[in-house]
Structure formats: structure tokens, C-alpha cells
């Protein structure tokens, strides 16, 4: 029986008899882009190379220039080091501690890296490509599992799974050895033939193609300050005593003390910092200007406003300026590739009247405030009129505030500039990082429903877009902050899913979203709840998403 399937994406057509495997619709896709498909989405879900084809559907190849394609590819590579690490010590393993910049940072467990011990891991693991090894998908009980993964050295693989609800695990094989990277794999080691190691730290960066460099492996690029950052946070996880969600599930279930404990720590190293950050304000006597930026959900908000507390805390008097009254006249917005307009543009905002409004108000001049109204797309005069003390600092909180050319007019040690952002550093296991992108989508949903009445649905299809306009209007500005921020709170997740699983429940097979969304659950069904949600502070960046904050917004 012949069977038919349709490329959302190129129109095409593609036949292929019933029960044979999607791999052999891919071949058709290579020999057409010359680029190497990893795993199929049919009907909105993923389905690995070697499954078959059982019925008529909607197709989409997952290249390198996919997020999908791109996370396949990464877990077959994570495979081979595991393989190759195997295979020159086997009492040796790796942990994956961070994505910064285009590369993952990871340690050896028992020695630090050396150049010579790194050419020997990536020639086996090259060699280990050439012999084209299957990694073959098992369905296995799940206590079967967790011995196996003991055996080998994996204890908090194992340790995770013991938290999961089903009796059966799926496991890949390969060499003789068992692993799992909580999602879809390649069919085999050939497909990954682009990777690099070079050494960092006592540790290495792992490259490998993304959705930017589909073609080639990029040059890494080291951002500094952000690998402090995660650095930082490192050093917290050790403070509360996890590393992985295992560590954290283990903590939870030992009952609603011990989820107390860890709740007030948190919160307590959170406060610490923001009095730090408000300590190095008050030593750069010619900060006028505090400008706060960062990604969508990374909590700019309530920091801006716990911030200014500690400000006040230290005598001054710090003023919030609004940059959402600063848009130009609707007719005046830019508009993106696709005609639409594009409010996160530098050039949506009045970049004049902003400048000349803070340069009057920094030297002392009364100004009035803006209003702008978004139903009309119009500004009009608010009526509220501004002046401050020489020593009032100004608080600017958006996502343009480490551009320079937001605030041209004002000398740059005039500034300080912070960059916040949710920055996971909490693992599922060693080898398997949380992305900062799915705490902060996960956020979003929860926050977008809680305050906009958005689905999880809407919020996942336009955050496609979201993630445009922060590779161009943020990212590239971040090293410039004078400090960073992570707002991430190690229970925050155990939280957010008592909010986001009955959203997200909600997407239909039918929607392209679906596969995200399942993406998502699997993910979040990891952690156990967290449901001493009293005992979460008002004032916490976490209550800027679930609600009840002590803040408005």
C-alpha cells in the first residue's frame, strides 16, 4: 500500500510503500539540500529515522537549521563522547555544566583537561564515527534501568529515573553500553560528523553545528562575564546541596520542612545579590543611570523593583522611568520582514525626546513624562512632571538598556548597566543541561495566562519570534553590563509545573505546536511538585509569573 506524505514547509509531495522507514523519505530530502536530516516531525509529532511510515501525514525534515535538528545532533554527539570516554578510561566520566556562547562547558570528573588527553578523546570519538555504531532504542523496566545505569558509573541518571512514574525507561545501547538523553536520537554515529574540542579552564568546550552554522562547526566565542555568571550559581547549587533535579526530587520528598528550607535559602541568595549590586552602585559615585535589560521572563521586572528597594535601603531615592511610553507614533514603527511591526525594535522608541528627557532630568530640570496610548498608537501628555536631587539615581528597566544607543546622549560612566536573566545551571543528570530557554518559555506560558489570558498555545507561537528579537536586539549586548544577574531559583521549576502541565495539556495534536508542547511535559514530568506555595515571598521574582506579588506590574 502506497502512501502519502506532504512537506509543510517545501509543498512537496513524497510516496513510500506503508511500514517502511521514514529514513528513506529523508535520503530523498538529502539527495535534493544536500544537508543530512536527523529525525522527522509527522502529524506534529517527532519521529526518529528507523520508525515506519504506518499512514498519510504531514511531514517536516529536521536538518541543522531546526531547533529539533539541532538537539538530535547534540545528543548523538553527547553519546559518542560518553562512548569515547569509555573507551580510553573507563572509570572516567564528563558532566555538562552550561551553554555559553556556541559551545557547551564541560569537566572531566577525576582529572582536568589537557591538550593531549582532549586530541586523544576527539580521534576516538572520530573513530567511533567512522565505524558507523547503531544506537539501538530499548524499552526497558525502569528499577532494570537504574542497575544498569549504577554499573556504569551514572548514578544521577539513575538517581532521576527513580523518580519517574512510569515502569519502563527508554534507553539507547551502543558498544555495549546503556544511556539516555531524554529525547530523540540519530540512528547512528555516522550522522554526526561536525564537532570540536578545545580546551577551557580546567575543562572543554564541545561545538558543534546550530541553527545560525548548519554547515560547519562556528568559531567559539567566549563571553566572560556570562560564564562567571554560571559559575556563580555553580557555587550556589553547592550551597543548597544540588546539582541535578534528582538531587532536588530527593529533597522534596523528604517532606515540607525540608522544601521550606531550600525555599528560604534560595530566596536568601537572591536578596544577597541585589544588595551586592546595590553596594557597587553606591561606590560608582557617577552612576546616574541604572539601566536593566534582559530576555523575555527573566524576571527585569521584579528586579528593577527589588533593587530599587536596597537603593533605599542605602539613602537614596531612586525613580522608575517607563521606556513603554517612549514608543514613536504607530505610523512611524518599523516594520519586520514580513511587514508586521516590529515593537522590539531600538527604532520603535523616540530615541530623541528619551535622550533630551533624561539629559534635562540629570541636570536638574523639571520634564513632563510621556504617555503613551497602545489602543490608539498615539503619545500624549501624561500631566506627571518629574525633577530630581542631584544624587537621585534613575532606574530604566528594557530590553534595549545595554545598548549604547538607547542612551547616546549620556556619558557611559554616567551608567551602570545590569543584564538579568534566568540562567539554569541545574542539570537533569551530568550530561543533560537544562536549556535557560525552557525556564523562561516555561515562565511565559504560566505568566501570559495568569496576566494576558494567553494560551500556552499562543504563547509558543510567537515565541519563534521572541527569540529573533533577542539574538538581535539583546545578546549581543550583554558583556557590556557592569553586572549580571540570574534570576533563576533552583525550586522555581518544581513550581512552575503545577501551572504549566494543565496548559500545556491543553495543545491539540493537530496544532505545529503540539510537538513542543509534549516536549515540554516530558521535561517537566521529571520534577516533583513543589506545593508550599505560602511559603514563597511576596517579593520574589518567581511571584512575578505564578502571581499574588507584593510588586505591581
Known amino acids: 500500500m502506497t502512501l502519502t506524505l506532504r512537506c509543510s514547509k517545501t509543498q512537496q509531495t513524497y510516496y513510500i510503500e506503508k511500514g517502511r522507514p521514514f529514513s528513506e523519505l529523508a535520503k530523498n530530502f538529502e539527495k535534493q539540500t544536500n544537508r543530512k536530516v536527523y529525525g522527522i516531525k509527522f502529524n506534529n509529532n517527532i519521529k526518529e529515522l528507523f520508525k515506519p511510515v504506518e499512514e498519510n501525514g504531514e511531514i517536516e525534515f529536521l536538518d541543522l537549521s531546526t531547533p529539533d535538528g539541532v538537539r538530535i545532533y547534540q545528543r548523538g554527539l553527547l553519546f559518542i563522547l560518553f562512548l569515547a570516554l569509555k573507551d580510553i578510561d573507563p572509570t572516567e566520566h564528563y558532566s555538562v555544566h552550561y551553554s555559553v556562547g556556541n559551545g557547551l562547558y564541560c569537566e572531566f570528573k577525576n582529572s582536568e583537561a589537557s591538550e593531549e588527553k582532549l ?17 539501538e532504542k530499548l524499552s526497558i523496566d525502569k528499577y532494570k534501568a ?70 560547519a562547526v562556528p568559531q567559539y566565542k567566549h563571553f566572560e562575564k556570562l560564564s562567571n555568571t554560571f559559575s556563580e550559581y555553580k557555587n550556589w547549587l553547592k550551597i543548597m546541596e544540588i546539582e541535578t533535579v534528582g538531587e532536588l526530587n530527593e529533597i522534596i520528598l523528604k517532606g515540607k520542612e525540608h522544601s521550606i528550607e531550600l525555599i528560604r535559602v534560595a530566596e536568601a541568595l537572591h536578596e544577597k545579590k ?36 536596597q537603593l533605599k535601603v542605602n539613602g537614596l531615592k531612586p525613580v522608575s522611568i517607563s521606556l513603554d511610553d517612549y514608543f514613536v507614533e504607530r505610523s512611524l514603527t518599523p516594520r ?92 537533569l543528570d551530568d550530561v543533560n543541561r537544562i536549556p535557560t530557554t525552557d525556564t523562561r518559555i516555561i515562565r511565559r506560558i504560566v505568566r501570559d495566562f495568569n496576566t494576558r489570558g494567553h494560551s500556552a498555545l499562543s504563547t509558543l507561537k510567537m515565541w519563534p519570534s521572541v527569540r529573533r528579537g533577542e539574538e538581535k536586539n539583546i ?65 520574589s521574582v518567581i511571584r512575578e509569573f505564578i502571581g499574588r506579588s507584593t510588586f505591581e506590574y
Open 336 to 427: 519586520d520582514e514580513n511587514g508586521n511591526y516590529d515593537f522590539e525594535s531600538i527604532n520603535a522608541l523616540d530615541l530623541e525626546l528619551f535622550n533630551k528627557n533624561l539629559v534635562d532630568l540629570l541636570n536638574g530640570n523639571a520634564i513632563e513624562l510621556p504617555k503613551f496610548d497602545f489602543i490608539s498608537g498615539t503619545r500624549k501628555p501624561s500631566g506627571k512632571v518629574l525633577k530630581i536631587a542631584k544624587d537621585q539615581p534613575v532606574i530604566i528597566e528594557g530590553i534595549h538598556g545595554l545598548n549604547e544607543q538607547l542612551t547616546n546622549r549620556i556619558p557611559r560612566e554616567n551608567k551602570f548597566k545590569i543584564y538579568v536573566s534566568a540562567l539554569t545551571q541545574m542539570s
Open 274 to 309: 541585589y544588595a551586592m549590586i546595590a553596594d557597587e552602585i553606591i561606590k560608582n559615585k557617577k552612576a546616574r543611570l541604572i539601566l536593566i535589560a534582559g530576555p523575555s521572563s527573566s524576571g527585569k521586572t521584579t528586579s528593577a523593583k527589588r533593587l530599587s528597594l
Open 146 to 215: 537504574m542497575s544498569l545505569f549504577s554499573e556504569q558509573g551514572l548514578h544521577s541518571k539513575a538517581l532521576l529515573v527513580k523518580f519517574r512514574k512510569k515502569s519502563t525507561v527508554n534507553v539507547y545501547r551502543a558498544k555495549g553500553y546503556y544511556n539516555y538523553f531524554y529525547g530523540y536520537m540519530p540512528v547512528s554515529s555516522s550522522m554526526i560528523d561536525k564537532f570540536d574540542l578545545q580546551k577551557f579552564n580546567g575543562g572543554f568546550m564541545l561545538l558543534h553545528p546550530n541553527e545560525t552554522c548548519p554547515d
Open 475 to 539: 545578546f549581543p549586548f550583554q558583556e557590556d553590563a557592569d553586572v549580571m544577574f540570574n534570576s533563576h531559583l533552583a525550586y522555581e521549576l518544581a513550581v512552575l509545573k503545577l501551572f504549566a502541565e494543565p496548559l500545556l495539556l491543553q495543545i491539540e495534536p493537530s496544532c505545529p505546536e503540539f510537538s513542543e508542547a509534549k516536549r515540554l511535559l516530558r521535561f517537566l514530568d521529571y520534577y516533583l511538585p513543589v506545593t508550599e506555595l505560602e511559603e514563597i515571598p511576596r517579593h
Open 119 to 135: 586530541q586523544a578523546l576527539k580521534n576516538t570519538m572520530l573513530n567511533i564515527i567512522s565505524q558507523d555504531i547503531k544506537f
